[in-house]
């Protein structure tokens, strides 16, 4: 079952900060993190294991409530180039497919 | 190096025509995936592959049949495209162990 992105659009100012929120009716073993910019491909931003265990960019930072089955993605002092439009993906540790469901999307628009 | 490569950027279809699309890696990955995004749904799973010679479904697989006859190389066909089947196509790869993906340029499908 896809997860639940909130909000699904949020627009903001240079140098505010923004919480994109990632919400699961099963259990995780992992919530990553991706930004898409319109016409490209998705870009990897972050990874959340379960166990507390994270990969990703210095600039970015979430959180992973495994008793919740949410993650949330924390942007700090927003730049022009932090638009674009944010997924998570959930996996489960159901055989080893490492397969990923992924949000329909949080926009996020960065003005000057 | 490449990375993740796909084979055509754009493409035009029929009702009834068929085609194949290529991914192509050079990053010496297992595991393989073929999504569809349409506007405000996220990204969907069609077929994914865990090594060479193996093939299994995703969240939506009708209408789509994949091959993975050598390790670098995915393939997804339409045997007969519909008109719902106009979508962007990603193809995706991961072998770490932190299953961060690395997705492909993408391919823009319209089936008139």
């Known amino acids: 079952q896809q997860p639940v992105q909130s909000p699904q659009a949020v627009i903001l100012r240079e140098g505010e900060d923004a919480v994109i929120n990632c919400s699961s009716s099963k259990a995780l073993y992992s919530v990553h993190w991706y930004r898409q910019k319109h016409g490209e491909a998705p870009v990897f931003l972050m990874i959340l294991l379960k166990g507390g265990e994270q990969k990703g960019h210095e600039k970015i930072s979430a959180s992973f409530n495994e008793k919740k089955q949410q993650s949330s993605l924390y942007l700090t002092a927003s730049q022009l180039s932090y638009s674009g439009t944010y997924f998570c993906g959930t996996g489960s540790r159901s055989g080893s497919a490492r397969q990923l469901t992924f949000g329909s999307g949080t926009q996020l628009t960065v003005l000057p | 190096n490449a990375g993740v490569t796909q084979t055509p950027k754009f493409r035009v279809l029929k009702t009834g025509q068929s085609m194949t699309l290529l991914c192509a890696q050079d990053?010496?990955?297992?595991?393989m995936y073929w999504y569809r995004q349409d506007p405000g749904m996220g990204l969907r799973l069609i077929h994914y592959?865990?090594?060479?010679?193996?093939?299994a479904k995703g969240e939506v697989p009708d209408g789509y049949n994949v091959s993975r006859l050598k390790k670098q190389n995915f393939l997804l066909g339409l045997e007969s495209a519909a008109p719902s089947q106009t979508s962007v196509y990603f193809c995706a790869t991961t072998g770490s162990s932190y299953n961060e993906q690395f997705f492909g340029p993408g391919t823009r499908l319209t089936v008139l």
């Open positions: 592959s865990v090594g060479e010679g193996t093939t």
């Open positions: 990053m010496n990955h297992e595991y």
